[in-house]
């Protein structure tokens, strides 16, 4: 009865059919003698057979091994189950032992049927270690160039895929077994008088096997691993990098594969790599989740398999290339309308694809007796990769929203402070190097920020993170201050326990000698006793000296640069003992960098529009002096922050939102908030700006001032921030306040 039957129709196929085939039949397939691999993907087609260039072509007659460097892939080809073996074997070569067949269909149990596509294609032996001439970088590294690590007494060699952020870090992608065991592990390039240099430290990310059900959620791959051999190493300067191609081209958009976007389009999609062993390498999508191994019970998957374009064709790769980012050829695609604003804008700026960890060399003799060789690359989703090690991809550091200790707060604090000074000739001063202090918010919602390059000039308000938290070790701890921990003991009063917020409330114990003894008596050492208040102590009274002695110069940069500080008293992540989460819990730990920077830089439009509302018809209106006032001034503004958005508050939002919708949940709950905090923040700066510059122009011997406030030049600011004698940055320990 056909009219009952279930029709097969191959064509009507999709990836998950294919995916659930596979893995329903794996176990059969896998232990067929020939069998060295499984794929998914589309039916291979033999170059000689006329349905290659007409579909509706009669099939041969004679039909010679399908191998795998006679055939093709045609926009007609069927989804199949590609099954690689190591001998072609004809039909009556198993009448003897039928039991090694492979079916011409899988049929799953609701009738569902697919083809196998089974192609000769035997392995050859891993070819020799030696790389020649691996493209190092003589300027700033690139995505293509060569990176180096020291391991069991010999040089390997491998790939920079790309530059990636976790929030607060900049890193290097490549293949994990480049970086070897991780963290701390130490990889090299040259600088340009030829002399080996570190350039970047191996992270602790570093994902190998990840089980395919982590990769992909809702897939079958029962026992299933997918070999994502991917890790990030920690740059050491980023000045010496570049989030751009070696030739130059910056990278578009990664290219998104999950379940919901991943599909059989996807073969024959052409792609280009960039290796530092083999140069450019051209290629294209061959197959999906190859299947190269089965060890112990447990099955091994490569994302994807890369093979040649055409039949006479090879991709070209060698040890060395991996961490090499393959890319979308869009100029190359046949699919892709060549009028189309998107395809010209990917042939301009391509979008990066994978990252390569490995090669496949398959070797065969062909009837006429002579050798024949073909190579592929085995990678994994570039999109897959940033997903497993938690971080985003960057395609142009000139371009790119910085990402590096929560530039955005900072520089719309000082920027807003700016125009909130009442005195006359102060405003002026500021509003002429308004731009020197910080950016404005239009550079601030397009992305264009500073980095952490000492070659460059950094706008004031984030001098303190981009260039003295590496030049001045000794600043790391005047950034923040434990103000609420209520487990502390009082240094005086032991039985007691007390907080730095309660213990400012007295006078006496507003020193550096009672704030010393409190962090010793918690166990604190020297380098972590936050000194927030004491550092904004400490410059108000530099500031104070310069307006008397007209040094504005000084003033404007001693200005900009304590502004981060006063940005710091305003987040209240920074003024808290649960600035990285509750002690003892790492899973909170990224609450800082996820709360401070990632929120911040994806709403960076709706926080400026917030604060510019909050700040209009406002100006600084509290007027204090001297040092411990204006160390007063700042604690004020932490404990406001503290009360009006508890640390507390904003974990337990982060830990309620995993995942992908957590950023926007946390704007959701937190975004007003955070938004009062920085409005207050800005007014508090502008308040201890005016204070001590109206504390020095009073002084008796103060010295005459321009006629008009001057704009001061880049080059004597950068001058004076890289003087490590200019506001010196120095330990709790060291201070001896009032």
Known sequence: MPRFARKIDFASLGLIDLIQARDLHHADLAGLPNVIGTAVGRYLIRADDPRVKNPSAPAPKDRPPRTIDNVTICNWSWPAVLVFVDKWLKTDAFHENPQD??????????????????????????????????????????????????????????????????????????????????????????????????????????????????????????????????????????????????????MGPVINLSIDTLNLDLIGCPLVGYGAASGQMKGQVTALFYRYASIGGSDFVADLLIGPREIDENVATRPGDSGAVWLWDAAADAAADQNDDSVKQAIAAPNPLAVQWGGYRAGLGSGAGSHVERQFALATSLSLACRLLEVEFISDLGYERGQYWGKTGHYKVAWSACALVRNEYLLALLTANRNKISVSDEDLSSGQVPMNNDKTFIALADVADLYWRSARPNDKANHFADMDNPNAKDPDNPSKKITLLDAWKNKLTRTTDYWNRYYEEDGTDTAHRGALPFRAWEVYELLVEYARDAKLTEFVCAAGCVGHYLGDACQPLHVSYLHHGGPKKPEESPVHSIYETKMLDRFVDDLIQGVNAGLRGKSAQQKFQGGAAAADHVVTTMSRTLHRLAPKKIIDVFVKNPGRPRLQAMWDALGDETIACIVDGAIGLAEYWEAAWEEGRAASDAKQLPDEAPEVDDVDLMALYRDKTFMQSRLLSQMKLP
Not at 103 to 113: Q, T
């Open 101 to 250: 067949y492979i079916p011409p269909r899988l049929v799953m149990p609701d009738g569902r049927a697919v083809p196998t596509c089974v192609v000769e294609a035997p392995s050859l032996p891993r070819s020799e270690r030696t790389v020649r001439q691996p493209a190092f970088s003589s300027g700033q590294i690139a995505a293509g160039n060569a990176i180096m690590r020291d391991a069991q007494q010999e040089e390997r060699i491998g790939t920079v895929s790309c530059l990636v952020t976790d929030g607060a870090d900049i890193f290097a992608l490549t293949s994990g077994h480049v970086i070897g065991d991780g963290e701390q592990s130490d990889l090299y390039g040259f600088d340009d008088v030829g002399h080996r240099q570190v350039v970047a430290t191996g992270a602790s990310s570093v994902r190998r096997d990840v089980p395919f059900s982590e990769a992909y959620p809702e897939w079958p791959g029962v026992r299933t691993y997918l070999n994502a051999d991917v890790g990030i190493a920690r740059v050491s300067d980023v000045a010496d990098w570049d989030a751009r191609l070696a030739d130059g081209r910056r």
